[in-house]
């Protein structure tokens, strides 16, 4: 799950990791009101979403009177803001966070991940802030300084030395940069993060540190325990079909192709995707049921599928284990009454009582339910019929 | 033989009398799998499935010489579990678990590895030796014994892969899902030498995903140490980067971890890589020589 950056920057306030002060607005009115409230003669309009890449795609200016800041929130709020991370379809604006100007000498990137080889958050740092890290680390890896820090002993003054000599700071800016990546790396651990960036961090005329944007990630496996960050969770940024599948259990990704696929397990989901592209044919979505593949499941699997104008053809690629197939096929059988699917559907069954699963399929005389025998002959039919063979 | 587990190994149940604990355990249990005891903190002294229940792990390994734990306990609990294991000489512990937040893992892990215990998953399916040993949730059936080794991030795509590997009259020594999560332990680096030093073991198969670098790690390794025939297959190659696949950790991100460039390092380092996962029974019998 990710947050704005205005909830991100309100995290970083409470662990006094410093940002310039800002409010967020969702009217022109209220963010000249932001405006008069921070005082000034200069104030930066940033458009509110998930997605990187705003300044390119217009969703940041810069205003210089409190009427500019009107004019600009006007502007951007219900803009289709498209970036490289949007997708061509964009993002819609509805909120604004109007922060005070600041004073820039230099700018960095600073940014916690967790390091999947050595199984802890690393922080790194590059003095090309502004930039796309991913780029930095392609061009120039060498401008990347990063250290591992052991959950078992926390962030110490040496892993901040190494950043901010990595980063060529003067002794005086060392200090200020230290108490700055310490503080955010307890921000890091204590809400569950995978990630924050900071791009760019900032050093002001007087050398101290300023996050001038912030983008942070979470762990949904522990949002359990997070209730404040739970609370920052904004549903309009999320695709509503992927939300209303979370909420039975389903895990669902919408994909480009035709042909609709139903699959339990999420390895073999993404599996019968790529079966389905080797066989000539293009997946129109992921879809893991999970473990127990029942009537309702697969009712409400169809149903999400079928809301993708796209789907000529549904591959159901279910593998029987603990769940007996006859039980599956029943399943499927009682679903179609449940949702109407008038499409072909191609019904791969394997694992316990495969046999009398495809016999129940076959009986049951439904025009548009075609039984496959396994994984290459299922993904072969499903291809056919979305291509209306 | 085999690796890891066999027809001797003792295995307590962590979370035993909880409803997913009692179903897995039975089924364990009829596939001939020495379950000697269980764990419920607040229950012991009780009998369940025929076996004792203790309140502490260390009870039940000083009561039972048990050295290898399944465990089933909730999400929350479960880095306090698998700490537990480790704290009271456990030797390999087996976490089905679904779910588990990642900084639980993170230090759960790095306890495990100070104490020298092994860990598989979490959010795997467990480990099988066929016909002797079941340690997880997988439909033990599809499972005839024979000599291929398996490791898989995924499930349902273990399961797939062993039926394949059965149809095309082959059969499996000993398979191990090591789950999709970002931190797991025992993976395909420690499991490969596992399976090269098994005289039973001929051919090796392994199903990897997108997300992470461990695939490219196994390449390495594989071009330096392994001798027997390898067959991979990597799942994701038609998935959109930056999103998350099902499983936590089956994520491109930044560009990297993709099913390309992990199939492109396997094949460099010799090994057979199939692009479509149904190929994967076909590949084996290739690289058996039938």
């Not at chain 1, 458009?47 to 210089?64: E, F, N, S």
């Not at chain 2, 009561?63 to 579990?81: K, L, R, W, Y």
């Not at chain 2, 002797?132 to 273990?158: A, R, V, W, Y």
Request: one cysteine or more.
């Amino acid at each position: 799950m990710n947050i704005h950056e205005y909830q991100a920057k309100e995290l970083f306030k409470k662990y006094n990791v410093p940002t310039p002060r800002g409010h967020v607005a969702f009217t022109p009115d209220e963010a000249v009101k932001a405006a008069q409230e921070l005082g000034g003669n200069i104030w930066v309009v940033k458009a509110q979403i998930h997605a990187g890449g705003r300044g390119l795609g217009g969703g940041v200016k810069l205003a210089r009177s409190t009427s500019e800041v009107r004019e600009l929130a006007s502007q951007i709020l219900g803009m289709t803001l498209v970036t490289h991370q949007t997708g061509p379809e964009g993002k819609l604006v509805q909120k604004v966070y109007i922060e005070e100007g600041a004073d820039i000498k230099k700018e960095y990137y600073l940014g916690m991940v967790l390091d999947r080889a050595s199984e802890m958050p690393i922080m790194m740092a590059s003095t090309e802030g502004g930039m796309e890290i991913e780029e930095v680390a392609r061009k120039s890896p060498e401008k990347i300084i990063k250290v591992a820090i052991d959950p078992l002993i926390g962030f110490q003054g040496f892993h901040g030395r190494k950043l901010a000599f990595g980063l060529g700071l003067s002794v005086e800016e060392i200090n200020n940069f230290i108490k700055f990546a310490s503080a955010l790396y307890k921000v890091y651990m204590d809400h569950d993060a995978e990630m924050i960036e900071i791009n760019p961090l900032i050093k002001t005329g007087d050398g101290k540190f300023l996050a001038l944007d912030a983008k942070m990630g979470f762990d949904n496996n522990a949002l359990y325990r997070q209730s404040q960050v739970n609370e920052m969770r904004d549903l309009s940024e999320e695709e509503p079909t992927e939300i209303e599948a979370g909420k039975y259990g389903l895990s669902y990704i919408k994909l480009d192709g035709d042909v609709g696929c139903m699959v339990n397990g999420a390895g073999l989901a993404m599996g019968t995707m790529d079966t389905i592209n080797y066989e000539g044919g293009k997946p129109a979505n992921f879809l893991d049921v999970g473990g127990g593949a029942n009537a309702e499941t697969v009712a409400k699997g169809f149903e999400i599928i079928l809301k993708d104008p796209n789907v000529k053809a549904i591959f159901v690629n279910i593998f029987g284990g603990i769940v007996r197939c006859d039980r599956v096929a029943n399943g499927i059988l009682e679903a179609t009454k449940l949702t109407k699917v008038d499409v072909p559907v191609i019904v791969r069954l394997d694992g316990t009582n495969a046999e009398e699963a495809a016999d129940i399929l076959n009986n049951a005389g439904i025009a548009n339910i075609i039984a496959a025998t396994d994984l290459a002959d299922g993904a072969r039919k499903a291809v056919a019929a979305a291509k209306g063979e | 033989m085999s690796i890891l587990v066999n027809k001797d190994t003792k295995v307590i149940v962590q979370g035993f009398t909880g409803k997913e604990g009692t179903f897995h355990a039975e089924q364990c249990m009829a596939y001939g799998t020495k379950i000697v005891g269980g764990v419920t903190p607040g229950k012991g002294g009780q009998e369940h499935l025929g076996q004792p229940v203790f309140n502490t792990v260390e009870e039940a390994v000083r009561a039972t010489g048990a050295t290898v734990s399944m465990i089933f306990v909730p999400p929350a609990f479960v880095s306090d579990a698998v700490m537990e294991a480790a704290d009271a000489g456990i030797e390999l512990a087996v976490i089905i678990t679904e779910g588990a937040p990642v900084k639980d893992m993170m230090y759960a892990k790095a306890y495990a590895v100070k104490k020298n215990m092994m860990t598989i998953g979490p959010n795997c399916p467990g480990i099988i030796t066929a016909d002797e040993c079941k340690i997880g949730i997988m439909p033990g059936f599809i499972f005839k014994k024979g000599n291929i080794g398996l490791i898989s991030k995924s499930g349902t795509l273990t399961y797939e892969s062993a039926n394949q590997v059965v149809k095309e009259g082959f059969g499996i020594t000993t398979a191990v899902g090591i789950g999709g999560d970002p931190i797991i332990g025992l993976s395909y680096k420690q499991l490969l030498p596992m399976f090269e030093a098994d005289p039973e073991t001929k051919a090796i198969v392994m199903i990897g995903e997108i997300g992470g670098d461990l695939e490219i790690q196994a390449a390495e390794f594989i071009k330096k140490h392994i001798t027997k025939p390898v067959v991979a297959f990597i799942a994701g190659q038609t998935a959109p980067a930056g999103k998350r696949m099902g499983h936590a950790g089956a994520i491109i991100s930044g560009g990297s971890g993709t099913a390309a460039e992990k199939m492109a390092a396997l094949e460099a380092a010799g090994v057979k890589v199939v692009v479509s996962p149904a190929d994967i029974g076909k590949a084996i019998a290739e690289v058996m020589g039938k």
